[in-house]
């Protein structure tokens, strides 16, 4: 495989040229809603942080190919016959054709009925009926001839800086322990296990009905299955867990449904169950441009990402994690100012320091490849209104206000009130120097405007007033400075640039989708902000976010512009947009961050919340068009978008 193209007498990595990674869109993703392992094509887990989604990693060939992995499969086959979810689940089935026979592995990142408290990774939501076992299980049967099966575990802990040290168990030969820097995992399986260096490696040769295991631990004790019927079962409960949470969720039926519930299933996947927080991603520094610099950690919570995920969860009635959510905000630490940070760690930690390692290669040649995030620093005005916006829908959805959550809502409109005339580094986190962006300043208007209805709910109408007030105010302006003379909206006031966070408007309804101003905007980022048909989230040579070269198509903004066409009456073509979506998705129905339209494969972290929750999000918004259309007629159907 070539490693670059040639584009205009220069070399330049290619979305395409991977060298000896996988494409990312490749992944299997497992969860246990504590920490999330992406499982190779080969049947290489290449990425697992242990014990959460934040923590060091114990294999991390995805970033470097020398940095840990833990394979279990076919001896010389890397090639499966084929991959899927058992459905309605995050349990992986990978089959195999050899020379000799067939085999099928399943893995999972094990949960079962909760027997005591979590001493792993303990907890400060109430803890549910059941939790991860802190276990990765994986079994193997054969099911035609006999092939010889090999397992290959090499952990390289803290991001690949720190070798295993191996030993036997209990004087056997089917248990080893492996550590570095204070950490200890087990590996256990009916394989003999031999130690090479550091590594361990067994090989055995299974005929037809004959079934194997193999379960790396970080539990309590560094318990593991007792043997393959224990193996077995632990897979067994977490398909059941898995299959009975979706089946709380409201799924319509629809030609989208398989889409929709992957979805569900990938965002709850990127929850932490201990304090209710959803990540941005289970990975870091995936890149966003080929070999580029654009490469990020993203296992941390953004909190403009909480009125997305209210959204997406009541949509699908999922009213539980929806509180859950709720209550890991209401928790968080504020600023000195009464402000909440743009991003906090999933325990709701507020420093977030980044920092370079410099020994690893990053994807494909992607460096530098980042720990921590120091945008957590970053000053975005949008932060008020996606608060208080998630407080209003949640407070709707109860038919209560909490009055833990009154606090909150007073400190975020005070700030929005306080700052909204200010420039800040925008929702895409520029790097650069700060700008008047309108979403920032629309976001600021949806914190005024939602602050004004709960003080309106909770009887207080003076100061309902008075944040109305305010929040007509925001838009006059944004009106004013906010708008090109052909009538679009900018991506800032000092600019005709386009930016797809103007789709925002339409999505928080700051003007009636019938608005020449909101059609002339969304028809303009659907002409002139795409790439076959994807949409950026702006031009990079019109853009000053502080970094060098391009990047792909944004998911999220994509599936922004589908949801904005059916809001403004054209559902045919927002519906096409979603079709071209849910076929650009990974073989196992997954999302990065970002497409390159060129190639079609995903660039950036992986899987991505973002990605998933705003396909939720134009699912609901056109289905509901569709239907509203069909069974009332194309001038009812407007009418319900006017008034939305």
Known sequence: METATRLSGTWTPSASDTGPFPFIEDYGFLSDCHTAALVAPDGSVDWLCVPSFDSPSIFSSVLDRQTGSFRFGPYGVTVPAGRIYDPGTNTLVTAWQTPAGWLVVRDALTMGPRRHDDEVSPHTRPPADDDADHMLVRTVECIEGAVEVEVVCEPAFDYGSSPAQWQHVRDGRFIADASAGGRTIRLASDITLGIEGDRVRGRHVLSKGERAFCALSWAEDLATPGDMLDAADRIDATTAFWRNWIARARIPDHRWRPAIQRSALAIKGLTYMPTGATIAAATTSLPETPGGERNWDYRFTWIRDATFTLQALHFLQLDWEADEFMQFVADLEANADGSLQIMYGIDGRRELDERVLDDLSGYSGARPVRVGNGA?????????????????????????????????????????????????????????????????????????????????????????????????????????????????????????????????????????????????????????????????????????????????????????????LAAIGEIKRASNLMDTLIAAASPLGLYAEELDAESGHHLGNFPQAFSHLALLQAAARIIVAERTEEYFGAGRADGARESS
């Open 376 to 564: 957590y620093t970053q000053r975005q005005n949008d932060v008020y209104g996606a608060v208080l916006d998630s407080i209003l829908l949640h407070t709707r959805r109860s038919a209560r206000l909490p009055r833990r959550l009154w606090p909150i809502v007073q400190a975020q409109a005070e700030r929005a009130s306080a700052v909204w005339r200010e420039p800040d580094q925008g929702i895409w986190e520029a790097r650069g120097a700060p700008h008047h962006y309108v979403s920032s300043k629309l976001m600021c208007w949806v914190a005024l405007d939602r602050a004004s209805a709960l003080a309106e709910i909770r009887g207080d109408a003076p100061l309902a007033a008075t944040w109305r007030d305010t929040a007509d105010e925001i838009k006059r302006d944004i009106l004013a400075n906010g708008v090109s003379e052909r009538g679009v909206f900018r991506q800032h006031y000092g600019t005709d640039a386009l930016d797809a966070s103007c789709l925002l408007a339409v999505s928080f309804s700051f003007l009636p989708p019938g608005d020449e101003r909101i059609r002339s905007t969304v028809f303009a980022i659907a002409d002139e902000l795409t790439e076959r048909g994807f949409v950026l989230r702006y031009k990079t040579d019109e853009t000053d976010d502080g970094l060098a070269g391009r990047e792909g198509s944004f998911l999220i903004c994509s599936f922004w512009l589908a949801s904005a």
